[in-house]
């Protein structure tokens, strides 16, 4: 049985201008110990879906209104505030993309590492919370942990600080981890270290992960199955090896073709695949395919007609009338 | 000659305290950097946050006042001209931001934003008419619609923003842009056709560049030449071709390992860099990168390795590599 299994999930926002659904019944699921990549651009969905799956989506204005959050076989959905707070950070964790901000300035690390175990665990004694948080801070190799607790936020580099967030969202053993581009912010040296920290700590706690980037490269290196998202609804997805060696969605294949390689073989001035126009506003969504203008596959039908979800032989799935993919 | 030649260029931002506001330290952004670009020609300047790329180009462009060092662009030497003196330069030398959101006055319309450097280096002398026209072939370089002229930044994207920034650092008919991250807030396939829109004013225009960026793959795939920047130092130099075979110094080796590659089958043994970059305040002594090389000997802690030729283009600052 999957962990986390989400249906239909539809979340929208109430705005001057109307409401907008920034979430168009989005379906999918995570097995237990998988890691799953959600990529796509800003504005896709992908920051909301992880926020919908908390719970933590501002209301108003924004509500769900459609859908089902199945976790550990019971709906997310349909739980009291109180079920909530106590899955939160304890069975469900999340990591937020800017280390600088998520971290309470005003408190020391080691008051921040211990509430979450205050909260979730309260049968451990001070000095039992105080050696799970050394041994946490250990766990994400942060050099002289022991004072390094004793510290602010503020005299911790970035990629500490990220470190800080992996260790208090994994003090719990949760089974699910979702992270919300966790190294866009850092230093792709610092990003590597993260990311092999990650895949570490998975092995060792066997943490589910849900790991949203727009960083094909990250998804590439650490997921097993990613899934593309683009503007509210899920286009495609799959498992890594497949996405990577025969996408079959034309917004897959262009975001893929739109980043600049290293290779031995460069021209000068030539010219990268981009993708024309810009991301149509979720104001007005377009009817039918929603990347239709932006397509040089489109034909009449995809003008009206709004296409499904398609599965292929070898466990992929496409939402797009024209596949460009070897079949 | 020459487009632009620096020669140990050295810019450090004192740090002051206590109650009579003394310098008790520095930091040592960067630390004697020769550069040297020729017309029509893209050099990129790569490294981490805080190895003190920025600074460098900001301070060429003289809105930083340069420590020590020499500023030659066009064969004047500009590193100790005054502000006024600089006006003529800077019709010349021009600089587009990184953030499309910050470095657009809110309140101007395009149209006012972009006639002001024309009106300014009076290169166009007419009326309203002529200057609108100019500026409605400005926006047609950059790709954006005659439309646009009376909008206000908050009423486009981030990709169309940069646009406005590129067009308004092109006209002045410049023969340098300097970009500090220009497509560094932006999504990859906006990054691509901002990328391609600089391509084609190099074909066109022959504008020089110096591409300022902390992404190694778009720094490879837009210059011919990279330099890569370690604490204030350039540590290596060498044609974007070479990149992929060549880069010898470990720091460029280093980053090279750091970039996801996006091909799942491909299992890499990475080699990991340790800790973090360390302070600009306190250099380490001998070489700056002796803290977290993996190869480093008894002899990096003491000195300081310089600039040395490799090959035909090559330079690289370090004791160990041959």
Known sequence: ?327 | MSLLEVKGLVKKFPIRKGFFNRVVAHVNAVNGVDLRIEEGEKVGLVGESGCGKSTLGKTIARLWEPTDGEIVFKGNNISSKSMSEMKPHRKELQIVFQDPYGSLNPKLTVFQTLAEPLKLHKIVTGGRDELRKAVEKLLDTVGMPAGAIDKYPHEFSGGQRQRVGVARAIATNPDLVIADEPVSALDVSVQAQILNLLDDLVDEQGVAFLFISHDLKVVHHFCDRIMVMYLGFVVETLPSDELHEKASHPYTKALLDAIPVDNPLEKRKRNLLEGDVPSPINLPSGCPFHTRCPIAEDRCKQERPVLRKLADGHEVACHLVD
């Open chain 1, 1 to 327: 049985m999957s962990l986390l299994q989400v249906k239909d999930l539809v979340t929208e926002f109430k705005t001057d201008q109307g409401v907008v659904r920034a979430l168009r019944g989005i379906s999918f699921d995570i097995k237990a110990g998988e890691t799953v990549g959600l990529v796509g651009e800003s504005g896709c969905g992908k920051s909301v879906s992880a926020r919908s799956i908390m719970r933590l989506i501002p209301n108003p204005p924004g509500k769900i209104s459609e859908g089902e959050i199945i976790f550990d076989g019971k709906d997310v959905l349909k739980m009291s505030e109180k079920e909530m707070r106590a899955i939160r950070g304890n069975k469900i964790s999340m990591i937020f993309q800017d280390p600088m901000t998520s971290l309470n300035p005003v408190l020391r690390i080691d008051y921040q590492l211990e509430e979450v175990l205050a909260l979730h665990q309260p049968n451990l004694s001070k000095a039992e919370r105080r050696q799970v948080a050394l041994d946490m801070m250990k766990k994400v190799k942060i050099p002289s942990p022991e004072q390094r607790l004793r510290e602010y936020p503020h005299q911790l580099s970035g990629g500490m600080r990220q470190r800080v967030m992996i260790a208090i969202a994994l003090a719990c053993r949760p089974t699910l981890l979702l992270a919300d581009e966790p190294t866009t912010a850092l230093d792709v040296t610092v990003q590597a270290q993260i990311l092999n920290l990650m895949a570490e700590l998975r092995e060792d706690i066997g943490t589910a992960i849900l790991l949203i980037t727009h960083d094909l490269g990250v998804v590439a290196e650490v997921c097993d199955r990613v899934m593309v998202m683009y503007l509210g609804e899920v286009v495609e997805s799959g498992p890594v090896e497949q996405i990577f060696a025969n996408p079959q969605h034309p917004y897959t294949i262009s975001l893929m073709k739109s980043i600049p390689k290293i290779t031995a073989s460069r021209k000068s001035g030539e010219r990268l695949d981009t993708i024309r126009g810009v991301v149509p506003s979720l104001h007005n969504v377009p009817k039918g395919c929603s990347f239709r203008e932006r397509c040089d596959f489109a034909k009449e039908v995809c003008d009206t007609d709004h296409p499904e979800l398609k599965e292929t032989t070898n466990g992929t799935c496409y939402r797009c009338f024209f596949p460009q993919g070897q079949s």
